[in-house]
């Protein structure tokens, strides 16, 4: 969104899945909830699988989300300028965001495309897979006219 914003000229088109624009209590309480969950889980091993050193990894997004510096973080500035189609994907039980997240681009970039999923936390592509493969096959030859 920060470069199809900066940029509208490079970029032919977007999909977005459980974007941020914005930061929403919400948010907020999925990301204390997190640090939570992950003192208590298997969240540790299944990051080690991606990244060499899980517990950092996991204390940078917590606490740079969490920090009174990053309350009013906000990228809507760079929403207007878009011209490019947008498919913006969001599930309706994202432990992380409101539909508000995926409205707020509807209501500023010309072209988009809202797709909001039941049953379907933070990451669409994998507890919609279908879906969002679906979408996204739709999707493309907009882009590609």
Request: hydrophobic share 45%.
């Amino acid at each position: 969104l920060i470069h199809a914003g900066t940029f509208p000229e490079r970029v032919a088109g977007l999909v977005v899945m459980a974007p941020h624009e914005f930061i929403e209590e919400e948010t907020l309480a999925g990301i204390r909830a997190a640090r939570a969950f992950w003192q208590n889980s298997d969240w540790p091993q299944k990051l080690a699988r991606y990244h060499r050193d899980p517990a950092q990894v996991f204390s940078d997004w917590n606490d740079c989300w969490l920090s009174p510096e990053f309350r009013d973080w906000n990228i809507e500035v760079f929403l207007p300028a878009i011209r490019c189609p947008v498919l913006a994907i969001q599930g309706e039980d994202d432990e992380y965001a409101t539909m508000r997240q995926i409205d707020v681009i509807a209501e500023q970039v010309p072209v988009v495309q809202l797709l909001k999923l039941a049953r379907c936390g933070h990451t669409p592509q994998r507890d919609q897979e279908a879906a969002v493969l679906d979408a996204i096959a739709a999707f493309l030859p907009r882009v590609c006219a």
